[in-house]
């Protein structure tokens, strides 16, 4: 009798695609260790090519800002709360289902195998419940899922734009019920991408000429040039030339507020990364001093890299508490001071994926007086007739509003200037200058210029 054939080896599943098992890895260590997701990519993406490297950042920083919705309606698909599932689960479905509402161009079904075959390789069980779900999504499809959340409610408007609560109470109060929902919509979307030209080495115009992509320039900025395409700057040889730094264009504002001559002294306290220091040493035509303090020595000497590159000569970098900075009698004091503390970064959602899950309405209160405290460093620099400028990068009356207002009363010598001295055209009035991205077009910055009688 013949022998039976041997039965054929079952073949291995399919690996799920690079981009997507970079972008899964990145969710899962954000969420499960509390990593930054910016640092988790860059360890994980290193051997994507190009294409792969910048699929795999749009879905985990997408999946990452958009999870509060993407919870809410796996929450509603899998008849269960999304935050008892098994977190390899949790994570496939957060990433599978972002690209199934959220993107457009990859087929379907490579969307639910490869959620379900990073799922399968991850989890001891559950990837059938993952494989049912995402077939439940496609079924009911995105307009369905998505235009049944609303936002006429804080808690509503939560968990369409995906914000923690706290924020959405807080900017509802203080923009309005129209204000904080276009914010919150605005955060989910791509950020601006600005360079500003280093004038000690060209101008925007020329810096525009020589760009490889489309660009366009600012009228109210002279330095500004914002980009209308894709631009890898680090590697461009403007860049190692320091004809640009990558900024803001509301980064640029703060030290146009500042509004440095040529030959003063200005402190610029909490200095790195270095970007406001360098504006204010090219605004001085590079005579003058700019003293930059900053505490983190890893983070100085950072900043006397691009100094060196920006060709920022007359940027002195001292090592230093800025909280409990103080200025010799000698010296005589500074002529500006730019006071730009750490803050909550509310400013930047745009920019930083996970950090509107990172800040609490406590690290909030542990902010403030540090804030406090290194403002009133500033102003004991400041020569009298001097300016004082105060910016953060964030959106909170606590750390800025609230806080000028209590600095001006305790220090009698000191005044307010209006937007309308030192801003752009459209922001006239009193008080301080408040960038808005859904608004502006740029990160949210608060700039409050002060001067000393």
Partial sequence: MAPKPSPRPKSAPEPAAPARRC???VLRRVFERGAYADRAFAAEAGALDARDRALAMRLAYGAVQRSGTLEHLITALAERPAATLDPPLLGALRLGLYELLYTRGAPDYAIVADAVTLAKAHARAGHGLVNAVLRRALREGPDALLGGLRDDTPEHAAIKHSHPLWIARLWWQELGAEGARALMAADNEPLEVALRANTLVTDAPA???????????????????????????HASPLFQQGAFHA???????????????????????????????THIAALMQGRGEVLAVERNPRRAAGLVRTARRLHAANVHVQVADAERWGCEPASGGFHRVLVDPPCSGLGTLQARADLRWRVTPESIEQLTPIQARILAAGARALRPGGVLVYSTCTISPAENERLIAAFLDSHADFTLDGPGEFGPRGFAGPGPLLTLPHR????????ARLRRS
Avoid: W
């Fill in 440 to 447: 502006d077009h740029t990160a949210g910055f608060f700039v």
């Fill in 207 to 233: 810096l525009a000429e020589r760009l490889p992509v489309r660009n366009h320039l600012d009228p109210a900025i002279p330095e500004a040039v914002v980009l209308d395409e894709p631009f890898d700057a």
């Fill in 23 to 25: 972008a899964y890895v």
């Fill in 247 to 277: 900024q803001s264009r509301a980064a640029m504002l703060v030290v146009h507020a500042l509004d440095p001559r040529p030959g003063e002294r200005v402190l610029d306290l909490c200095a790195a990364p270095g970007g406001k220091s």
